[in-house]
């Protein structure tokens, strides 16, 4: 999960900068028919264009929000954490009735606010008991990822992922948090569709689970939680910022790329198929992606395994469906296998799409030292160490945020 996997050896993966050799980005601002897009109005056609493309050549088609979802408020606790917080755990269910199936939203609001509160979400790897020791968030009811590779569950421990949730920090700061388990959505193994939302939805979506993949999957789930987050007057909808890491960092941008209600997008260590040029032929490559994990994109995509640049998107065309919301793009110095310069490559060429609406990206042209951030409408870092989420990049999303979304 956090690193490459030990069973595929990466002894064939470049990680010479020296070998990556020449590669030519498709043009983010010509469309199909051959016209430059110089204005706000043209990029909107641009814009529908490159979201078909990435919909027929790599996530798959992205369905709206289902006819009947609801939502049923579990449990409210006033005082959580040390009084600092209000949690409300809802579920949401997808369709009429209450047998499923559904996703469980864990929310936690500053208690000391007055108004309405800006809120990450994102969804998190290990069922919402991992994010915190917080004893009163209900157990995740699904068994927790597994995997394919180890053939186990994990243990359901509570807090084991609290390194990677800044919950007290956000909420000290004033910011709202909202989190649910991806695999309530879909079990993150090659079969794992047959028992998530691909299946037990096609009929109420109108979609074959072939249509899209898992991260199509997790990344309508965080449309979903936003759907509940509108309702919650205690939340600002105009300040919803989705944020992932690593697969689910692909996870939401393909999310903030389709729904705009997402105000500002994070994306943290995303790498291959996330922020990082497929065209760069360092760390994970196109092939390997689709090899290790054939489950998260659709077919197509696979057909481009041994000639990427015949793709018709790279991924800078994907961080420019951002435009012109805030976007932030992290990566980390030992994260190699995720292109550290592939991600800070692919900001740095979705910048034309923010000029349009004269909003200032990362403005260098040089990465810049780590553990600092760069960048305005765009901002880029890269952490010092590992394939991980940490306070340091959480301290700089906040600050993106609140500099950000005014
Ligand atoms: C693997 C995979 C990456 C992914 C990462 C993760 O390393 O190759 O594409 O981002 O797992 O989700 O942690």
């Known amino acids: 999960l956090h690193v490459s996997l030990p069973l595929f050896g990466q002894e064939t993966f470049n990680y010479d900068e020296g070998k990556v050799g020449e590669y030519t980005l498709p043009s983010l601002l010509t469309s199909n028919s051959g016209d430059i897009v110089t204005n706000e109005k043209e990029w909107k056609q641009r814009r529908a264009e490159i979201l078909q ?3 027929e050549n790599v996530y798959g088609k992205c369905p709206g929000k289902p006819k009947h979802i609801h939502f049923e408020i579990k449990k409210i606790n006033k005082n959580a954490l040390a009084g600092k917080a209000i949690s409300k755990q809802v579920r949401i269910f997808f369709t009429k009735g ?3 199936p559904y996703m469980d939203v864990l929310l936690y609001l500053p208690s000391h606010t007055s108004k309405p509160v800006p809120v990450f979400v994102g969804l998190n790897f290990k069922g919402n008991q991992s ?35 800044e919950v007290e920090t956000l909420i000290e700061n004033g910011f709202a948090t ?5 695999g309530d959505l879909e079990l993150d193994y090659p079969e794992g569709w047959q028992s998530g939302i691909r299946t037990s939805l096609q009929t109420e979506l109108g979609i074959k689970p072939d249509e899209w993949g898992a991260i199509g999957a997790w990344a309508w789930g965080l449309s979903r939680i936003t759907d509940y987050l509108e309702t919650d007057k205690q939340v600002n ?11 689910l960092g692909k996870a939401a941008l393909w999310a903030g790329a389709n729904d705009t209600r997402f105000a500002a997008v994070i994306s943290n260590n995303s790498g291959e198929g996330g922020a990082a040029l497929a065209r760069r032929w360092f760390g994970e490559t196109t092939n390997r992606i689709n090899t290790n994990f054939p489950h998260w994109f659709i077919g197509q995509y696979k057909t481009f395994n041994n000639n990427v640049q015949n793709l018709p998107v790279d991924q800078h065309m994907l961080l420019a469906l951002i435009a012109p919301r805030p976007l932030y793009v992290a990566s ?3 994260d190699l296998w995720a292109d550290p310069k592939g991600e800070f490559l692919s900001a740095k060429n979705a910048e034309p799409a923010y000029t349009l609406f004269g909003k200032k990206g990362l403005e260098n042209t040089e990465m810049p030292p780590p553990d600092t951030s760069i960048g305005k409408t765009i901002r880029y870092h890269i952490r010092t160490g ?5 306070l340091f990049d959480w301290l700089q999303y906040m600050v993106f945020v609140s500099s950000n979304l005014k």
């Open 131 to 165: 994010v915190n020791t917080d004893s009163t968030i209900l157990l995740s009811e699904k068994q927790p990822e597994l995997s394919k590779y180890t053939k186990k569950n994990d243990p359901m421990i509570r807090g084991n992922q609290s390194e990677r949730w």
């Open 178 to 182: 909202a989190t649910a388990y991806y």
């Open 53 to 55: 493309l990435f919909q």
């Open 98 to 100: 209450n047998k499923g």
């Open 332 to 334: 980390a110095t030992e």
């Open 386 to 390: 590992k394939h991980n989420i940490l």
């Open 237 to 247: 909808p105009k300040k919803i910022i989705v944020h992932g890491h690593s697969r």
